[in-house]
Structures are given as structure tokens and as C-alpha cells.
């Protein structure tokens, strides 16, 4: 495992996203962010709770229906 732990990695990308905007202001960070960052805790989540959406739901925190809606949301399943 890497010794780069989520902190540095979001901060580093979002320091090459402000560079790369070369001065332009941003828009809807927040939801630029949530949406890159969701996806991929869902997949990895789903996987390791063996696509049990009710124990993925514990893990996360969620109402396993807020699951099952950020689950279509990213075309996680149908």
C-alpha cells in the first residue's frame, strides 16, 4: 500500500486542477469532487461487502434506499 494516504491525494489533485485552470474560476467544486470520489467508494464497497447492499449500506453510513439511488446514479446497476 502506498504510504500517500485520501488527504494527500485529494489535495494534490485539487492543487493540479487549480494550476491546470490557469487562473479561470472554477464552478460546483463540491459536486465535481463528491461525484469523482462516490463512484469509485461504492465500487470498492459493493465489492467488499460482496454486493450485499444492506451491509454496504451499515459500512457507509447510509439508508440502504440512499444507497441503492447513488447506486443508479453512477450506473452501478440498474
Do not use: Y
Not at 467544486?29 to 461487502?49: F, W
Not at 441503492?68 to 453512477?74: A, I, N, P, Q, Y
Request: charged share 25%; net charge negative; with cysteine.
Amino acid at each position: 500500500m502506498s504510504k500517500t494516504n485520501l488527504h494527500d491525494c485529494v489535495r494534490a489533485s485539487m492543487e493540479e486542477f487549480f494550476h491546470d485552470l490557469n487562473g479561470t474560476d472554477p464552478a460546483n467544486l463540491h459536486e465535481m469532487l463528491v461525484k469523482a470520489v462516490e463512484k469509485p467508494l461504492l465500487e470498492v464497497v459493493m465489492e467488499q461487502a460482496q454486493h450485499n447492499q444492506s451491509r454496504a449500506a451499515q459500512w457507509l453510513g447510509l439508508n440502504r434506499n440512499t444507497l441503492r439511488k447513488k447506486l443508479v446514479e453512477h450506473k452501478l446497476i440498474d
